[in-house]
């Protein structure tokens, strides 16, 4: 993947949820900015179909023209919410393939990075979102800085959670939002998760159901071949006393395998979090917490 350089052009665009008007992104726009990046924004930025931003035709249509113009460098998702897997059959894969750049989103613009993973081999960064990051007005210093590495092409380390089993593994990262990439299961989309790094996080789940989806995960079949996983962050998990706690989810989950394994890792849908490259080939250690970026 190219650096992105002073005064290239990076799109903007809504795949997932619609945010209606300009002015919900203007302190990120002004972010972009004042990287020397010029945004432009998609034809159906602005477009709204019930809690999309345009209908689902619309909205692939502005992820392929990203990819088609030349003078874009990169594609910036404004908001996540939920929409994104609709999009999936109407985007032209060949010629996403032929044109690679970074996708940045998070959460369910996940379901868009898995299967441009999964059919084009496509490294996207996952962590970022315009809406959501500037929510408080300023953007998380950690946040910043992963970001910014990653649009300059650097190779960087991060140590972050608990180690949970011990073991040291290489593999490609795959990083999403459980639910988003369970939606995938069972879809041309779904990543094979052979040889993969697999970092997971959720959000305002029960946890009974957050059990139900990780033994759904341990029936993929690829998932026997998986190399090692690493739990991120888990907010506002609501539990019953017969729930159990996610740490239990975790542990049973864990059972019949020997996978090392990290927790509490700081990805998720938390103020401050680490933005990573999806499909880079990385090495974790679990004894030392610790996730290094070999290569994207």
Not at 48 to 67: C, H, K, L, S, W
Not at 141 to 166: A, H, M, P, W, Y
Not at 250 to 270: C, E, K, R, Y
């Amino acid at each position: 993947m190219q650096p992105i350089k002073t005064g290239d052009k990076v799109a903007i665009i809504a795949p997932c949820g619609q945010i209606g008007e300009m002015s919900k992104i203007a302190p990120a726009v002004e972010y972009l900015k004042s990287l020397g990046l010029q945004p432009v924004a998609g034809e159906h930025l602005l477009c709204v179909n019930r809690y999309m931003a345009g209908t689902d035709e619309q909205r692939a249509a502005d992820i392929n023209a990203a990819f088609a113009d030349d003078e874009i460098k990169a594609v910036f998702c404004v908001r996540a919410a939920a929409g994104g897997l609709r999009v999936l059959p109407y985007l032209d894969y060949d010629l996403i393939k032929r044109n690679p750049k970074p996708f940045i989103g998070f959460c369910d613009n996940a379901s868009v990075q898995l299967a441009l993973w999964q059919k084009c081999g496509l490294v996207s960064y996952n962590g970022f979102v315009l809406t959501y990051d500037f929510k408080d007005g300023a953007l998380d210093s950690l946040i910043k800085e992963d970001l910014e590495k990653l649009l300059q092409g650097k190779i960087f380390t991060v140590v972050s959670g608990q180690n949970l089993r011990s073991g040291v593994a290489k593999g490609k990262l795959i990083c999403s939002n459980l639910t988003t990439l369970l939606r995938l299961a069972g879809t041309p989309y779904f990543p094979d998760l052979s040889d993969k790094i697999l970092l997971i996080e959720d959000i305002n789940e029960r946890v009974y159901r957050l059990d139900l989806m990780l033994q759904q995960l341990k029936l993929q079949p690829s998932f026997k071949h998986l190399k090692g996983i690493i739990f991120g962050q888990f907010t506002n998990s609501q539990t019953d006393d017969e729930d159990g706690s996610v740490a239990d989810c975790v542990q049973d989950f864990l059972s019949h395998t020997n996978l090392p394994a990290i927790t509490d890792f700081n990805f998720g849908h938390t103020k401050s979090r680490h933005v990573l490259p999806l499909g880079a080939e990385v090495e974790m250690n679990a004894d030392k917490t610790e996730l290094k970026i070999l290569r994207y």
